[in-house]
């Protein structure tokens, strides 16, 4: 049976938490943003208020070993004042047994970057480029043997297993799956990761119809599996920024100097009919607003989004997409958005995806379910301010995405296996 943070008893316990705290530092290693800390909080207190002890775990950046910009330490102060307890530092996740070992009711302890070790991501470092087939093979079977190493320190560290930083789920690391079969009857899921299935399952499983996704970015080929993944399952599939170049180049119109991908014609021709056959109503744009160069003060003009002169680049959807899309959004009950469909970083080319925002609000505020998921459209539902008028952000990029195209996240089927 699948333990639960909410029925498990902590008594006692320690628990070894896989947060994800990596978070941005300024120059002087000031914590820029603690959204992902603030999110771990009710986890940790809920161990600590069940008489357990914390032991935390994360990574932050991506390290080519030891390098104090990367070090846990710089964020301990943000952690301890977000929880409300004093952190306990150890410099080296190897080492920690005694810090470990001492660690009683109601205390946290934080180990240093787990990607400070080769062993976490089990990749070999320091390998020549022209290694032979031999060595890339007896350097891959060493890192493997220590990985199981390094992951049995860090288990025997605890009395059971919280996977809470689902932005690391779809990854196959130590902290992330490895870990959990050292505790088959004690390993569950953190808040976090309970929400974003939750949210997730409920917009891809449970979805109440019209579902509408609205998929942006700049190319297809990026998007493919997503778009098929989705197509079994929604009514509307609204196509926006650079990614509708693509579709109306190949459809026969001009795009003039607009992000395009001459290669995935067939591609994006497939998709329109799979969609008539399926009864998808795949929306495109009509018109975009369109710049002579790519910056927020260069020339523009709204032009038919497949009669773009050259010269000109499609940097937004125009005023009559706007509407469009907003319609469409409107009469939907179950709304997923990932990417934004303008260059939404410039304000000049902001107000396309404010719109659809504002559609996504107005939706949900009429009773409808809204996620917002992978980087760029919770950059841009935040820069609006209106994330707490909808109904879930999604925390994971990459994660979210494999587990929009139906891969198993290795994570997630570490806790449920």
Not at 268 to 289: C, F, P, S, W, Y
Not at 301 to 313: L, M, N, T, Y
Request: proline residues 3%; glycine residues 10%; aromatic residues 8%.
């Amino acid at each position: 049976m699948q333990q639960s943070i909410d029925t498990y008893d902590f008594k006692g316990k320690k628990a070894i938490i896989r947060v994800d705290f990596n978070v941005p530092l300024d120059a002087s290693f000031a914590v820029t943003d603690d959204t992902r800390i603030r999110a771990a909080v009710p986890t940790i207190k809920k161990v600590l208020a069940g008489g357990g002890a914390v032991i935390l775990m994360s990574h932050l950046g991506r390290p080519k070993g030891v390098t104090d910009k990367f070090s846990l330490k710089h964020i301990i102060a943000t952690v301890e004042k977000l929880i409300g307890t004093k952190v306990q530092f150890a410099d080296d996740c190897q080492k920690a047994e005694n810090e470990a070992a001492a660690l009683q009711p109601g205390q946290v302890l934080l180990l240093e970057n787990l990607r400070f070790y080769a062993e976490e991501e089990g990749k070999a470092r320091g390998l020549a480029e022209d290694a032979s087939d031999e060595e890339k093979a007896a350097a891959k079977k060493a890192i493997k043997e220590s990985q199981k190493e390094f992951v049995k320190k860090l288990a025997s560290y605890a009395d059971c297993y919280i996977n809470d930083a689902f932005g690391t789920a779809h990854r196959a690391h130590g902290s992330t799956a490895l870990i959990a079969e050292y505790f088959p009857n004690d390993k569950m899921f953190g808040y976090i990761m309970e929400n974003e299935l939750k949210a997730i399952d409920s917009v891809l499983k449970n979805s109440e119809k019209p579902f509408t996704a609205i998929l942006g970015g700049s190319k297809v080929s990026t998007k493919i599996t997503i778009i098929e993944s989705l197509m079994e399952k929604v009514d509307n599939l609204i196509l926006g920024g650079g990614m509708t170049y693509t579709f109306k180049a190949a459809l026969g119109g001009s795009v003039g100097d607009s992000i395009c991908e001459k290669d995935q014609f067939e591609t994006a021709l497939r998709i329109l009919e799979v969609a008539k056959q399926k009864g998808v109503n795949v929306v495109l744009a009509t018109d975009a607003l369109c710049g002579d160069a790519f910056s927020d003060d260069c020339k523009k003009q709204v032009c038919p989004a497949d009669s773009i002169p050259a010269g000109w680049e499609g940097m937004d959807i125009g005023p009559d997409t706007m509407v469009a899309f907003a319609e469409v959004i409107k009469n939907s009950k179950t709304i997923l958005w990932n990417g934004p469909v303008g260059v939404f970083e410039m304000p000049s080319f902001s107000k396309g995806s404010r719109a659809v925002a504002e559609a996504i609000v107005e939706a949900t505020k009429n009773g409808a379910y809204s996620l917002i998921g992978g980087g760029d459209s919770v950059a841009c539902i935040n820069q609006f301010g209106m994330a707490d008028k909808v109904s879930y952000v999604s925390t994971g990029g990459g994660a979210l995405l494999e587990y929009m195209e139906g891969l198993e996240l290795p994570g997630v089927a570490a806790i449920r296996k």
